[in-house]
């Protein structure tokens, strides 16, 4: 291995001291805008995806479901279900 000659090396950049900017009332306005929205569009789909009503969810027959707790036709009625 070579000794190498630490003098001949260059010094380390200093590090640049960066002045922190206020922010505009421009990137304010448009960070709050993005916030609020992203609640918004989050809560509207929490809500969504919470709601009882079983009107979106699709059904075993592709009928909608009509509430009247008869099976479909070709669905077995008697046994042990074990998904029931």
């Known amino acids: 291995m070579q000794d190498m000659d630490l003098s001949a090396a260059e010094p380390a950049p200093v590090p640049s001291t960066r002045i922190r900017q206020t922010p505009t009332p421009r990137r ?39 509430g009247s ?5 070709g669905v077995p009625t008697g046994g042990n279900c074990p998904n029931m």
């Open 69 to 73: 707790g008869a099976a479909p036709s």
């Open 28 to 66: 304010l306005a448009a960070s709050l805008l993005l916030a609020v929205g992203l609640l918004t569009i989050g809560g509207v789909a929490i809500v969504n995806a919470a709601s009882p009503d079983p009107s979106g969810a699709p059904t075993a027959s592709g009928a909608p479901h009509s």
